[in-house]
């Protein structure tokens, strides 16, 4: 099986070396530099404006551009806050949790008047990508997922307790997470059989579980959804909240915004093979099917329980099918995708219908819904539908021989469960800490009566439409 193919696991190899250690190294292609470059735009396209107009649509036109203004400037700040600290605890050498401090303020990533750059590691040995690039996509994937958070709790939430919160969960949850997941010494580094110990045992400590994520199902999903229902929690329910009709106020923003998402997912997906490869022409395709799958199996069971298929079912949909196929794109073959994409526009349905109704939590936009009930079921899924005898390509076993295999459906489930039981007890818990300390600071909540005027003009001084 080609490494490319295997869990999204990615380490900047160079970090602890000087940039001159690279000189006899393999260069990177100028195909992979490009198509990384496109897809860390696109990426950076999913947030502001995608996510931006689908959330704005979504609320009350008083609270349209509070929505706006809370995605453009989280994202802001969390990028900010990743080439400053973010990138060197989650992608250098540390411990199981948390990386070190080699690249903090990107410090060693190379020498631009020289013309030197650290090389990052891809699934392929002596197939580098620069480290700058890697950086740069790695942060519009923090950046989008604190901004998801933001859907479960617009309308009522101040601003500056929206920024304390984001700084405190990003640097507690995403970051470690990303660790735990994602980072591993690089298939160069495994040469010698007898080191292969040593050097799982610097991985991040769900990595060295064998869980699958090849684009951030648990990361960026799991984590986020989660994040998302203690806000709403926290936060309390909007004024009229389940008395009132709260009806979205465009939803051709949203239709629009959806469009904008599936478009720039690709960057996300197909470019989390990190190569312009079969690995990411495999996660693009998936990507594509999943997502058309999941809006016709949302439709048409929205149709058969309530009579009309709606365009906000449509939209929802294809969010679904998005976020549950994330972990799996490039770690399942198409009837993997066929299926994850019906299995998430179906229970995305409930989760946005019948859990909400259970959980009883004001999640304005159904973060946790959409994104923790699909990621989780696209984790759990993906272990499932990486087998070879369902049509997935299995997982790299061994880096030094580059031998794949697959340790059996019931032992890759339970890894994937027991992956996402880590990732909602520990963005839960910070979550909870990080609203509780802005609640302390600033107060989460506007009061009534700026609630009831909006946001727009109370928090800041502007309105989204002159009329």
Sequence with gaps: MNPKRAARRVFAAACALPVAAFAATPQPSKADTAWMLVCTALVLLMSVPALALFYGGLVRSKNML????????????????????????????GNAFFGGTSRVFL?????????????????????????????????????????????????????SAVLIFVAIWFTFSYIPLAHMVWFWPGPDAYGDASKTAALNA???????????????????????????LVGACLVGKRLGWGREVMRPHSLTMTMIGASLLWFGWFGFNAGSALEANASAAL??????????????????????????PSMLGAASGAVAG???????????????AFAIG???????????????????????????????????????????????????????????????????????????????????????AVAFVAFAVADRLVGLRVTDEQEREGLDINSHGESAYDY
């Design 107 to 159: 410090a060693g990533i190379g020498d631009p008047s020289k013309g030197e750059w650290a090389l990052a590691s891809t699934f392929s040995k002596g197939t580098p990508i620069y480290e700058i690039v890697f950086v740069a996509f790695q942060a519009t994937f923090a950046a989008i997922t604190c901004c998801l958070i933001l859907g479960s709790i617009v309308e009522r939430i101040r601003f």
């Design 283 to 308: 996660a693009f395709l998936n990507t594509y099917l999943a997502t058309a799958c999941a809006v016709l199996a949302w439709t048409c069971a929205e149709w058969i329980l309530k009579g009309k």
């Design 66 to 93: 509070s929505v706006l203004m809370q995605v453009f400037v989280v994202f802001s700040l969390v990028t900010v806050l990743w080439c400053l600290y973010g990138y060197s605890f989650a992608f250098t050498e």
């Design 202 to 228: 610097s991985a991040g400590f769900i990595w060295q579980m064998g869980a699958l994520d090849f684009a951030g199902g648990t990361v960026v999903h799991v984590n986020a959804g989660v994040a998302g």
């Design 342 to 428: 019906i299995a998430a526009g179906v229970i995305c349905l409930w989760g946005v219908t019948g859990l909400k109704r259970i959980l009883k939590a004001d999640d304005s936009l159904d973060v946790f819904g959409v994104h923790a009930v699909g990621g989780i079921a696209g984790a759990l899924l993906t272990g499932i539908f990486n087998a070879p005898a369902l049509g997935g390509p299995g997982s790299v076993q061994d880096w030094v021989t580059m031998t794949s295999g697959y340790p059996g459906i019931a032992a890759q489930f339970l890894i994937q469960l027991k992956a996402v039981a880590i990732t909602f007890a520990w963005t839960g």
């Design 322 to 336: 998005l976020v549950a196929i994330t972990p799996a794109a490039g770690n399942v073959g198409v009837p993997g």
